[in-house]
């Protein structure tokens, strides 16, 4: 069992920057796979970043690719979604998730994928 609690969201202008964060309690952080998803007003929750346990492996959906970058620091139970050159499309509730080591999947990218879900924070970019 881990919670998770995102921030870091706001309302920036087109072009600027924004890092997320998500803290997590519970169990061992390390324990967890790591992932970011997004849902627009009307539109179905999207994957955007994963990282694995150790850091040492990414994934990122393709339309942001170079401009966001996921990370983790497990000492501070803490994973993050540094955004740059923010565009008006990423505007969208940013949402943590996280799977456990022994759960049984064959990818990243969807939202079966992972076990625990935080319950999101704004992101909205101007333009």
């Known amino acids: 069992q881990v919670q998770l609690v995102e921030s870091g969201g706001g309302l920036v202008q087109a072009g600027g920057s924004l890092r997320l964060s998500c803290a997590a309690s519970?169990?061992?952080?390390?324990?967890?796979?790591m992932g970011w998803f997004r849902q627009a007003p009307g539109k179905e929750r999207e994957f955007v970043a994963h990282?694995?346990?150790?850091?040492?492996?990414?994934y990122y959906v393709d339309s942001v690719k170079g401009r966001f970058t996921i990370s983790r620091d497990n000492a501070k139970n803490t994973v993050y979604l540094q955004m740059i050159s923010l565009k008006p499309e990423d505007t969208a509730v940013y949402y943590c998730?996280?799977?456990?080591?022994?759960?049984?999947?064959?990818?990243?990218?969807?939202?079966?994928?992972?076990?625990?879900w935080g319950q999101g924070t704004q992101v909205t970019v101007s333009s």
């Open positions: 998730a996280a799977r456990s080591l022994t759960t049984v999947a064959r990818t990243w990218g969807k939202e079966s994928d992972y076990d625990y």
């Open positions: 519970g169990r061992t952080f390390s324990s967890y796979h």
């Open positions: 990282i694995s346990w150790s850091g040492r492996s990414t």
